[in-house]
């Protein structure tokens, strides 16, 4: 059941809003999430536009229906329209996204941690890489994986080598970051790619790596998608999300512990993308 109206009133202990309809009061709970996420809006008294249950229950001492979930908020005034929260905008901004984005790399980054007895500022260095290049069909026409040295020899900590499952003797014959940039350069140039990663930290790692290296920059900015936001935009998710989670909850398919290899996350990446486009179509 759809209910549209202004708020005249907040019962914040409560979490009830009092919303004037056409002609009619209605009085709404919410659940804790939804008044944490909200309920700085309604400070302004704006228009809601939300789904609630049909029947009405008790709480405290009024009687209420309950908000399923929010489609818009909106603030009006004689000078301005506000909007503060919109899922049709939202839900279309995504799906010209999945749309509209052609050739993608899939990137995962992992970097060195600091030491478990840290005694000096510790610097974030790339060791390893996983990179995986689909056409605008959904076909693989690029992919690689592999360790990259590091410029520190503390980098390489017990700490850090525990977290990717890896010995310092493996790094003997890995990619220098020199040909870790190139790669990265030639799939920009070759593929003129979107790049897909989950969060935002491997942007940050990437573009620290360019000054660490002292190397020009590259155009990744421009190109980024930090796909984990999009999902949580989507679903008016506020908390972050773990990539193996994610994928294990979307997929249904139950894995063996995660191994934090690049390569491997990359492609769980581009699976993730994969279910969640189909879905967002699909509706």
């Known amino acids: 059941m759809k209910v549209y109206g202004k708020i005249v009133k907040?019962?914040?202990?409560?979490?009830?809003?009092?919303?004037?309809?056409?002609?009619?009061?209605?009085?709404?709970?919410?659940?804790?999430?939804?008044?944490?996420?909200?309920?700085?809006?309604?400070?302004?008294?704006?228009?809601?536009?939300?789904?609630?249950?049909?029947?009405?229950?008790?709480?405290?001492?009024?009687?209420?229906?309950?908000?399923?979930?929010?489609?818009?908020?909106?603030?009006?005034?004689?000078?301005?329209?506000i909007v503060y929260y919109n899922l049709d905008a939202i839900k279309k901004g995504v799906r010209n996204l999945?749309?509209?984005?052609?050739?993608?790399?899939?990137?995962?980054?992992?970097?060195?941690?600091?030491?478990?007895?840290q005694t000096f500022n510790h610097v974030a260095e790339i060791v390893q890489y996983g990179i995986v290049i689909e056409d605008e069909n959904g076909n693989i026409v690029f992919e690689d994986g592999a360790l990259v040295k590091p410029q520190k020899k503390y980098a390489l900590n017990r700490r850090t080598l525990k977290?990717?499952?890896?010995?310092?003797?493996?790094?003997?014959?890995?990619c220098t970051y020199g040909e870790f940039y190139n790669l990265i350069k030639w799939c920009i140039a070759k593929y003129d790619v979107k790049i897909i990663a989950w969060g935002r930290n491997d942007i940050l790692a990437l573009e620290n790596s360019f000054k660490i290296n002292r190397i020009n920059d590259l155009d990744?900015?421009?190109?980024?998608?930090?796909?984990m936001q999009v999902i949580k935009?989507?679903?008016?998710?506020?908390?972050?999300?773990?990539?193996?989670?994610?994928?294990?909850?979307?997929?249904?398919?139950?894995?063996?512990?995660?191994?934090?290899?690049a390569l491997e996350d990359a492609m769980l990446v581009r699976e993730i993308y994969?279910?969640?486009?189909?879905?967002?179509?699909s509706e």
Do not use: W
Request: proline share 4%; aromatic share 18%; hydrophobic share 35%.
């Open 10 to 81: 907040t019962l914040p202990k409560e979490r009830i809003i009092k919303v004037l309809g056409q002609n009619k009061i209605h009085y709404l709970y919410m659940s804790r999430k939804f008044f944490k996420d909200f309920g700085p809006y309604f400070y302004y008294n704006p228009y809601v536009f939300v789904n609630v249950s049909a029947e009405k229950k008790q709480f405290g001492d009024y009687h209420c229906q309950e908000i399923d979930s929010f489609n818009k908020i909106v603030q009006s005034t004689k000078r301005e329209k």
């Open 98 to 117: 999945l749309l509209n984005t052609k050739n993608k790399m899939f990137l995962d980054l992992e970097y060195s941690l600091p030491p478990y007895y």
């Open 163 to 174: 977290f990717i499952n890896r010995k310092a003797e493996d790094f003997d014959n890995a």
């Open 220 to 227: 990744i900015r421009n190109r980024y998608v930090n796909f």
């Open 233 to 261: 935009n989507y679903y008016n998710i506020k908390t972050d999300l773990g990539l193996f989670n994610t994928y294990q909850e979307i997929s249904g398919v139950v894995m063996e512990p995660q191994k934090h290899d």
């Open 274 to 281: 994969r279910i969640f486009k189909e879905k967002v179509l």
